[in-house]
């Protein structure tokens, strides 16, 4: 069983809608939780991180950590075709952490017009 | 300011050879991580730079190597290419001695035939 698990999807959605994205977890020693962004062809794009259990928003996005359940989410509101790229959670102990990433598989979403 | 670059964007080799990949990180960056993703792997760490010292490493055979030079530009190299080295491979770099903020530059593209 992998450390960290993310549906793969696809995951469409109409325009407007709220994206929900999830990954679930196994090492309680994870710390900090990131969320990134990955279009077609392109690197990742890191859209947010937090720390420890709770919640971060930033414009339309939403993360949420619920480190009793290991659970992280990461919502999108108001949602736009420029949203459609496959969504990787990321998870480490501690700032250090280079090689101790746990990244989940990814989630493809597509927001169609 | 430009970002992280790479060459070259695609390459096409055979079993048995090797091949070199390029990434320039962003100015004044002097951490460069090294990854590989996969469809059914994911992202995977390979190694890990700071002042030409490699700090971290994957769990990557030795014929994956790397190499940063004095202005902090990198080399990555796989020997005696195999059919399942076939990913895209990402370069991020860091600013602050931390791996949370790490700029993903859009990869080498390797199909070994």
């Known amino acids: 069983q992998k450390e960290v698990e993310q549906d793969p999807g696809p995951l469409s959605v109409p325009e407007g809608a709220i994206v929900s994205l999830n990954c679930t977890y196994s090492?309680?020693?994870?710390?900090?939780f990131m969320w990134y962004r990955q279009y077609s062809r392109k690197g990742p794009e890191l859209l947010m991180y937090?720390?420890?259990?709770g919640n971060k928003e930033d414009g339309r996005f939403t993360a949420q950590v619920d480190k009793s359940s290991k659970y992280i989410s990461l919502f999108i509101r108001d949602s736009q075709p420029s949203d459609s790229a496959t969504y990787l959670c990321?998870?480490?102990?501690?700032?250090?952490?280079?090689?101790?990433?746990?990244f989940g598989a990814g989630t493809q979403v597509v927001v169609t017009p | 300011k430009a970002g992280v670059t790479q060459t070259p964007r695609y390459l096409i080799k055979t079993r048995g050879q090797q091949v070199t990949l390029s990434c320039s990180p962003i100015s004044g960056h002097r951490s460069v991580s090294w990854y590989q993703q996969t469809p059914g792997q994911g992202l995977q760490f390979l190694f890990e730079?700071?002042?030409?010292?490699?700090?971290n490493k994957g769990n990557f055979p030795g014929r994956f190597s790397g190499r940063q030079f004095s202005n902090s530009r990198s080399e990555m190299n796989v020997s005696t290419l195999e059919l399942g080295d076939s990913a895209l491979y990402l370069c991020a770099s860091s600013s602050r001695d931390s791996a949370l903020e790490q700029f993903f530059g859009p990869g080498t593209r390797l199909t070994v035939l």
């Open positions: 730079y700071f002042s030409e010292t490699q700090r």
């Open positions: 937090t720390y420890s259990s």
């Open positions: 090492n309680s020693a994870f710390q900090y």
């Open positions: 990321a998870m480490s102990e501690t700032t250090d952490s280079w090689g101790k990433f746990q």
